[in-house]
């Protein structure tokens, strides 16, 4: 939870400025997720899928990704593409709540993986051609 006694599931931010609180761009926010609160979701929040992704990141077992990803395809997408890096401590449970990973994090987490596994394929291809 980014700010004590203030919970809350997503969050978008935005960069302002402090004296006269004009906001810098509409095209730069930070947006989080907070796995903690999942139970917080508004109806908003679900109707756009945020609790399917934010659980799926929060699972700890191949079983729970595929069972939460089923009958969606664009969790099945990931969850395919984290079965193919075979990432295993991506999967440990996190005993801390404290140090839970953030969304952000995850998705960061997520978003290399996906690089790397194009790097990969573009690699192999010049290697055949």
């Known amino acids: 939870m980014p ?7 997503y969050a978008s931010y935005k960069l302002l400025n402090e004296k ?8 730069f926010s930070l947006r989080m997720l907070d796995l ?3 139970h917080l979701a508004t ?10 992704w934010a659980r799926l990141f929060q699972a700890t077992t191949w079983e729970e990704i595929k069972m939460i990803a089923k009958h969606h ?11 193919t890096l ?4 991506f999967f440990k449970p996190l005993t801390n709540p404290s140090k839970n990973r953030s969304a952000g ?7 290399n993986g996906q690089r790397s596994l194009r790097h990969s394929n573009i690699r192999a291809k010049q ?3």
């Open 3 to 9: 700010f004590q006694g203030l919970p809350e599931f």
């Open 20 to 27: 006269n609180h004009h906001v810098y761009s509409d095209k």
């Open 36 to 38: 903690t609160c999942i």
């Open 43 to 52: 109806q908003q929040d679900i109707a756009c899928h945020l609790d399917r």
């Open 73 to 83: 395809t664009d969790l099945i997408e990931a969850s395919e593409t984290l079965f």
């Open 86 to 89: 075979k990432k295993p401590s």
């Open 105 to 111: 994090s995850g998705r960061a987490h997520h978003i």
């Open 127 to 129: 290697i055949s051609a």
